[in-house]
C-alpha cells in the first residue's frame, strides 16, 4: 500500500493563496464555475513554474497577474475599449466643450495624456503598452486615472 507523499512546504503555500486570489477570480469569472477555472488553472501554472525552478519572490503579486492574464486569454478580463467622445465625455463635445475636453487633456500628466491620446485615436491596449514600454495592467490603471481627473476636470462627477 502507498501512502500519500507529506505536502511540501509549496503546497501548504498554493493553499494559503486560494483565499487571497478567490475573491479576483469571482470579479473575473463570470460565474462560480469559471471563477473555479481560473483559480485552478492559475495554481497549476504557479505549481508548474516552482517545480520547474522559476523563482517567485512575491507569490501573492505572481498569483494575482496570473490570474488576471489567464482570465484575458479566455476573454473575461474587460477589454480597453477606444475612447470616443460619447463614452468619454458623456455626449459629443463641440465648440468650448470640446476646447476644454482638450484643455483638460493638456492638463493630465504627460504619460496619461499620451495613453487618451492614443486610445482615442483608437489603439487598444496592447499597441499602447509596447509604444509606452509599460504593461497592460498599467495602461488601464493610468487610463482610469486620467479619465476620473477628466471628469473632475470637467464638472462630470
Given at each position: 500500500?502507498r ?7 509549496t ?7 486560494i ?12 460565474s462560480?464555475?469559471e ?20 523563482e ?43 476646447y476644454a ?19 482615442l ?5 496592447a ?31
Amino acid at each position: 500500500m502507498r501512502y500519500p507523499e507529506k505536502p511540501s512546504s509549496t503546497d501548504a503555500d498554493l493553499v494559503a493563496l486560494i483565499p487571497q486570489l478567490t475573491p479576483l477570480a469571482r470579479r473575473l469569472g463570470h460565474s462560480q464555475a469559471e471563477a473555479d477555472d481560473l483559480l485552478q488553472d492559475t495554481l497549476a501554472a504557479i505549481l508548474q513554474r516552482l517545480r520547474a525552478g522559476g523563482e517567485i519572490d512575491s507569490l501573492s503579486a505572481y498569483g494575482r497577474i496570473v490570474l488576471k492574464n489567464a482570465a484575458r486569454r479566455r476573454g473575461q478580463f474587460p477589454r480597453l475599449e477606444p475612447l470616443d467622445n460619447d463614452s468619454a465625455m458623456g455626449a459629443e463635445p463641440s465648440g468650448e466643450g470640446a476646447y476644454a475636453a482638450l484643455e483638460a487633456v493638456a492638463h493630465l500628466p504627460a504619460a496619461q495624456a499620451r495613453l487618451v491620446r492614443g486610445a482615442l485615436e483608437g489603439h487598444d491596449t496592447a499597441q499602447l503598452a509596447r509604444s509606452e514600454g509599460i504593461a497592460p495592467g498599467t495602461v488601464h490603471s493610468r487610463l482610469a486615472r486620467a479619465r476620473a481627473r477628466l471628469r473632475a476636470d470637467l464638472d462630470m462627477g
